[in-house]
């Protein structure tokens, strides 16, 4: 830990000294950062679940420095997780370096040192990025080359080991992708709104054979041992076509990988090839805005070390085309993307009703519909009572959907202003959740949501919104109440009050107070409360959190 605390501090102060270097010492260096620092200071709570252990208080503090000059960039960030936050993993916790990375950019040339983050089109092969909200930081640690050759072409190229937490995979990931803007090329394309983009992408995975893993498999006459020849190599790859004329846009992108067993659930080492298809078009111009998309993901799950579980071990991105909530009980039940396999459909229209119309009123107003479905592909096992190990798994036919459910939602959604004052947001949202499927049991769950959020400016200084919310179902813990009401006075200061019920099986309040703090680049926030056990979610990525209460403490500052 201290060797490499001290290369990251090395690899920061060479840059800077190279940077007050540069062409008769003019260009100078910026420097950035930042810090945050989120405490929880845990009470029991038997009702809701929440047990203290030994730690009297818990938090996730991070500290960022990047230093910037005309060709050098460096940086580096600590972090302090050695009493992390509920619900992370076990290998989360830790202290110490283990971003840094030092950048030379020159001309069409940009070579980086150390951590890095990069994604390959829409992350179908690769996707590395950090999520702070789900423990989330997967860098590659290595290097990596962007070179732009001639006008309209990119190339990179990378190698390097994936993060997991405290520690690196043993397996070697590499990979080169190259992007055509095909409008620089051919004149008056641009000239007439029409943009044509071409992408190809390629990702080696190096993992040594585990020879030993074994696993025991019982069949009618006995129990037998098998030990699996796991491939050392792992190839994938991905093509893409990104066309925009004028106000519309059309995506397609295709990526496959080759055989890579691996310990997932349903189908566990099996040696079947992973494929994902996806279908995006979109329409947008003033007070109007179309979206339509399909994506069919089959044995998709790419993981840097094939033995190990988690949110953190995963080498790409399966987007969950399903949309992101913010509001409270519109998150209860959120969907997270399954690597094994699913048919996803997304469709959204949004429409703004113009001023001085019959449904417009004196200030517009604003309407969005979006719909969401998750299927299950279709599955023929070829080995008998489903002991596919070793296996290529199963067959299963394209356009043929599978058996199960996993999500549905249809929600509308409704924005008006009546005064200069006072906007009111209005939402219904129908809602299907297959809890055996993202959670392992609790049946199909379906909810009907209604949420009202209004704000209402009182003068330059006091704003107040609030909301209201209730989720019913006859299904889980039944149905919930959630109320919030929100105080502004700038510039300084914000009051949160907030009461999430269950007035179904549990009975139980979830209450949250808050008082938020702004000023210049700081932002201090307190609190007390409960938090329900439940998952927190972010593009279909998924971490379960405990139930906790106690006294919250926040702070962020950026420079």
């Known amino acids: 830990m201290r060797k490499t605390l001290f290369t990251a501090l090395l690899l920061a102060t060479s840059a800077l000294n190279a940077a007050a270097q540069n062409e008769n010492g003019n260009n100078g260096i910026t420097v950035t950062g930042s810090i945050q620092s989120d405490i929880l200071i845990p009470q029991n709570d038997e009702k809701i679940g929440a047990v203290k252990d030994d730690d009297w208080a818990k938090t996730n503090t991070y500290a960022e420095v990047n230093a910037m000059s005309k060709h050098l960039d460096a940086g580096v960030r600590f972090e302090y997780l050695d009493h992390p936050l509920p619900g992370y993993e076990p290998g989360f916790k830790g202290w110490g370096v283990r971003h840094y990375y030092l950048k030379l950019h020159y001309d069409k040339i940009d070579l980086t040192a150390g951590s890095f983050y990069e994604q390959f089109g829409s992350g179908f092969i690769l996707r590395t990025y950090e999520e702070r909200s789900l423990g989330i930081d997967n860098a590659l640690v290595g290097g990596r080359l962007v070179v732009k050759p001639v006008e309209g072409v990119t190339v990179k190229a990378l190698s390097g080991k994936q993060r997991r937490y405290w520690h690196y995979s043993d397996s070697w990931i590499s990979g080169a992708d190259m ?25 080696n995975k190096y993992e040594k054979n585990h020879n030993d893993i074994t696993t025991l498999v019982t069949e009618d006459d006995g129990v037998y041992k098998y030990t699996l020849n796991t491939p050392e190599y792992v190839n994938a790859f991905d093509v893409r076509a990104n066309l925009q004329v004028g106000d519309f846009n059309i995506l397609g992108e295709y990526a496959w990988k080759t055989d890579d067993p691996s310990f997932d659930k349903n189908y566990p080492y099996i040696y079947r090839k992973g494929s994902v298809a ?3 078009t979109s329409y947008s111009k003033s007070g109007m805005s179309i979206l339509l998309q399909a994506k069919r993901s089959d044995n998709m799950s790419f993981r840097s070390s094939r033995t190990v579980s988690g949110t953190s071990s995963f080498i790409n991105h399966l987007p969950a085309f399903t949309m992101d909530q913010t509001y409270a009980l519109a998150a209860l039940y959120p969907y997270s993307t399954q690597p094994n396999g699913e048919w996803a459909y997304q469709a959204e229209i949004g429409y703004r009703f113009k001023r001085h119309t019959l449904l417009g009123g004196k200030y517009g107003t604003d309407l969005k519909v979006n719909f969401s479905h998750v299927h299950a592909i279709d599955r023929n096992d070829h080995a008998a009572q489903g002991n596919t190990i070793g ?12 058996k199960e459910k996993y999500y549905q939602d249809i929600n509308v959604q409704l924005s008006k202003r009546f005064s200069r004052a006072f906007l009111l947001n209005l939402m219904y949202m129908n809602q299907y959740y297959n809890k055996t499927v993202v959670e392992g049991e609790g049946g199909m769950i379906h909810s009907n949501i209604y949420i009202a959020d209004g704000k209402y400016r009182f003068n330059k200084t006091f704003t107040l919104r609030g909301e209201v919310q209730y989720l019913h179902t006859k299904q889980d813990e039944g149905d919930w109440v959630y109320g919030l009401l929100e105080l502004s006075v700038l510039p300084h200061f914000m009051f949160t009050i907030s009461d999430m019920y269950n007035s179904g099986e549990t009975d139980i309040h979830y209450y949250q107070g808050l008082v938020t703090f702004n000023t210049g680049s700081h932002r201090l926030q307190a609190g007390y409360g409960r938090t329900r056990a439940g998952f927190n979610c972010s593009g279909g990525v998924c971490r379960y959190v405990p139930a906790s209460k106690g006294f919250t403490l926040s702070y962020n500052y950026n420079f």
């Not at 992007?179 to 943009?195: F, Q, S």
């Not at 296996?391 to 599978?402: I, L, P, V």
């Open 179 to 203: 992007e055509l803007n095909i409008d620089r090329w051919v004149k008056g394309m641009a000239e007439h709104g029409t943009y044509l983009t071409l992408g190809a992408s390629w990702v």
């Open 278 to 280: 996806m279908l995006s």
């Open 391 to 402: 296996t290529d798994g199963y067959g299963s036919a394209f356009w043929k959907w599978g």
